[in-house]
């Protein structure tokens, strides 16, 4: 896929709290103006009272600009704290409908599956509907998420996957080896909770200080210089927080910031 910048801006920190949808369109847009050519969201980025709040904010906001969105489907907010779990072919197929009624076109630029627990359910059927909608000419793109290697190896015997995301912070390279597996098999990583266990990363922070630039949007850098197939999912939710995150994209690396990173990490 050729990747439109390497900071997406996710949505599912707007599904949380009293939220005022002019004010968080206005954000998201913000982002785009300043550069932002993805946006991450999923059915699942609902709030309680508002079920499609977080598909229906990206379209809009990305409706006439060019801006690749992904959403994610087979995981539903159903209360306060819960959601389900579903990657069966009726439901998936059901989703995804769904979301082309959000995004009211033909097509969709990027669908995943949002949790793949292969305890649960056989990835291959999940992956096999959205192969079939691809072929169908409804979805451009699809992706697994929340995955691992053995996941990753089953569907990948079923149909080309586009794109994987996964938890890959800066601080704890959670999805290392799943990373490993896409920069093999050259399948562009969106990593997910960028920022999480930020407060641990005292050297960072210091050259940070020095540069007079955020300790955010150095970890973001990080990550980026990681690995070549990688992209983060920013989930900043103001302005100032999405333009910064967006600058890692263009903020110089150099081997005293990756030595401080290293530091951080051991
Ligand atoms: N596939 C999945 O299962 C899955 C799961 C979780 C998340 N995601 C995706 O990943 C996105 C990001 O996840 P996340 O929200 O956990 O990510 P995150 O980016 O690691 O954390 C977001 C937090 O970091 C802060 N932040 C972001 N940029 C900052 C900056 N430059 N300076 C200071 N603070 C900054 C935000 O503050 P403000 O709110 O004040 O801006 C917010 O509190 C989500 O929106 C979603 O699209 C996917």
């Known amino acids: 896929m050729g990747l ?3 900071v997406a801006l996710g949505v599912a920190g707007f599904s949380f709290g009293g939220r005022d949808r002019e004010v968080d369109l206005a954000t998201v847009r ?8 993805i946006l991450d ?9 508002v079920p499609l709040y977080g ?3 990206a379209a809009e906001a990305a409706r006439g600009t060019g801006v690749i969105v992904g959403t994610k489907g087979g995981h539903s907010r159903i209360g306060e704290t819960t959601w389900d779990a579903d990657i069966s072919a009726g ?6 409908e769904g979301s082309l009624r959000v995004f009211g076109g033909e097509q969709l630029d990027l669908y995943y599956l949002h949790r793949v627990d292969l305890a649960e359910q056989p990835v291959e059927e999940g992956t096999s509907v959205l192969a079939e909608l691809r072929d169908e000419g409804k979805l451009a793109r699809i992706g697994l998420s929340n995955v691992d ?6 569907a990948a015997r079923v149909a080309r996957i586009d794109a994987v995301q996964n938890l890959h912070s800066a601080m704890g390279r959670e999805s ?18 960028p920022l999480r266990h930020s407060a641990g990363a005292a ?16 970890q973001l850098r990080a990550l980026l210089a990681s690995s070549p197939v990688l992209s983060v999912v920013s989930g900043a939710t103001r302005p100032e927080t999405v333009l910064d995150s967006l600058a890692a994209e263009t903020e110089p690396w150099d081997e005293a910031l990756q030595a401080a990173y290293t530091a951080d990490l051991s």
């Open 4 to 6: 439109v910048g390497r």
């Open 30 to 37: 913000a982002g785009i103006a300043a550069g932002v050519g």
């Open 41 to 49: 969201t999923a059915r699942a980025y609902a709030q309680v009272d």
């Open 55 to 57: 598909e229906e904010l």
């Open 91 to 96: 439901r998936i197929r059901a989703d995804v």
């Open 149 to 154: 290697v053995p996941g990753l190896e089953r």
């Open 176 to 193: 290392a080896e799943v990373l490993v597996w896409c920069e093999a098999n050259d399948v562009p990583f969106f990593a997910y909770s």
């Open 203 to 218: 050297h960072l922070a210091a050259m940070a200080a020095e540069r007079g630039v955020s300790l955010q949007r150095l």
